[in-house]
């Protein structure tokens, strides 16, 4: 229950910080930390606007992507205190639920009729089926080498002690950085800031969508960033007390929101037709991982 509080609490700021990241980075003022929550609490306020073209998919799709999100946020633990949901496999549901929510986030898009929007669509579902097994080797590579299967036994289970768990733990981070600018249309993969529809790929999903569905689609973002920002949190938390953890689970997610800034401030979108190399390259990434925790279980000899 802690967890999950403390995800939806720091999703409230987390783009807030990452784009006075970004402003401070650029030589600019730029709006305060709560200006992003300030515009969709506008957005609840409003009503939506269905097109013609639109079936019951599109009405419903966008409470069922944001419900997605928060089932999976009930799976993370925090430290020594399990998630609301917490049982040996869990990081499979994790993943699948978000699947859900994704895949009418996908279909809602194709519900419209616009050929930019189906473009969009593709895209996004080619880059979330790439990025899966780099998800997957990872935690099946964590679960290897602390023999356990659920969130919350592989961190309490997971400890910094040699070389190669050091090693183990940077690239961890790293791929779970990476996904998440995937998984939310990022850099390097995408640019939340265009508005040209050919190079777009979540920002042209969504076009059709407006008022409480859109603000439920833009906290979904900040959500998922807080969500991946746990997951990291929780492999450097270990079994601390409380009274640490929580301060140190805060610091981690700000540290990951000013990160996020940062990438998006130095980094430069790649060419459309390169992105799935890079996205290849993060499972090739995860099984260096798989192979280091084969030479840490001494697999090798």
């Known amino acids: 229950m802690v967890s999950f509080v403390l995800i939806v609490l720091i999703s409230l700021v987390f783009s807030g910080i990452v784009i006075r990241t970004k402003s ?3 030589g600019r003022k730029g709006p305060g930390i709560w200006q992003p929550m300030k515009d969709i609490f506008k957005l609840f306020k409003k009503g939506a606007v269905y097109s013609e073209t639109t079936s019951i998919i599109f009405q419903i799709a966008p409470s069922i992507y944001f419900a997605s999100v928060l089932m999976a946020i009930m799976v993370i633990p925090l430290g020594n205190s399990k998630g609301l949901i917490s049982f040996a496999g869990d990081f499979v549901f994790f993943a699948y639920v978000l699947a859900v929510g994704k895949f009418f986030n996908i279909i809602s898009a194709l519900d419209t009729g616009s050929s930019f929007e189906g473009m969009g669509a593709s895209r996004e579902a080619l880059f979330s089926m790439l990025a899966e097994p780099a998800f997957f080797i990872l935690m099946g590579s964590l679960g290897l080498l602390t023999g356990y299967t659920s969130f919350h036994e592989i961190f309490m289970a997971f400890h910094f002690g040699s070389y190669v768990s050091y090693a ?10 990476m996904i998440c600018m995937i998984e ?9 800031k265009t508005h040209l529809e050919l190079t ?30 746990a997951l990291i949190a929780n492999m450097f938390l270990g079994d601390a007390p409380m009274y640490l953890t929580i301060p140190l689970f805060l610091s981690i997610q700000v540290l990951f929101a000013v990160v996020v800034g940062i990438l998006e401030s130095f980094s430069a979108r790649f ?6 190399q890079f996205i290849l390259v ?13 030479m840490v279980l001494g697999k090798f000899n």
């Not at 939310?184 to 939340?192: A, I, Q």
């Not at 993060?282 to 084969?294: A, E, I, N, W, Y």
């Open 200 to 229: 777009m790929i979540h920002e042209v999903m969504i076009l059709d969508n407006s008022g409480f569905d859109l603000g439920l689609i833009m906290h979904a973002i900040n959500l998922k960033f807080a969500m991946y920002g």
């Open 271 to 276: 060419r459309m037709n390169h992105n799935a």
């Open 168 to 177: 183990l733990g940077v690239i961890a981070t790293f791929i779970l950085i």
């Open 24 to 26: 401070i980075a650029s």
């Open 184 to 192: 939310n249309s990022r850099m390097p993969v995408d640019d939340p």
């Open 282 to 294: 993060l499972s090739s990434l995860s099984l260096l991982m798989f192979f280091g925790v084969l």
